[in-house]
């Protein structure tokens, strides 16, 4: 089992940038794909970036693709996300997901969220 908890979120302008947070308690973090998902209001929930168990491989949703970056510290039992140039249409909540695939990536734990607001 996986206990998450995301962190990082907040009101940024359009070009800024901000990087999320996720710290995992459990075992199963070490043999965990992991992933970052989002979903704006009204809106189905989106994927945005996973990487594998190693961090060897990632990949991304193509309306973030080229601004930002998943990252892991496996020491830490922590999963990164750093968003640069911003954009109004980023605002979301901000989930992070542990599971044993990586693609297509499933989620079988999530954490609670993290808002992500971005202004024009």
């Known amino acids: 089992q996986v206990s998450l908890v995301e962190s990082g979120g907040g009101l940024v302008q359009a070009g800024d940038s901000l990087r999320l947070s996720c710290t995992a308690s459990g075992r199963a973090f070490g043999r965990s794909a992991m992933g970052w998902f989002r979903q704006a209001p009204g809106k189905e929930r989106e994927f945005v970036a996973g990487?594998?168990?190693?961090?060897?491989?990632?990949r991304y949703g193509d309306s973030v693709k080229g601004r930002f970056t998943i990252s892991r510290d496996n020491a830490k039992n922590t999963v990164s996300l750093q968003m640069n140039s911003l954009k109004p249409e980023d605002t979301a909540v901000y989930y992070c997901?542990?599971?044993?695939?990586?693609?297509?990536?499933?989620?079988?734990?999530w954490g609670r969220g993290t808002q992500v607001t971005v202004s024009s």
């Open positions: 990487i594998t168990i190693s961090g060897a491989m990632t």
């Open positions: 997901a542990a599971g044993p695939l990586f693609s297509p990536f499933r989620g079988d734990y």
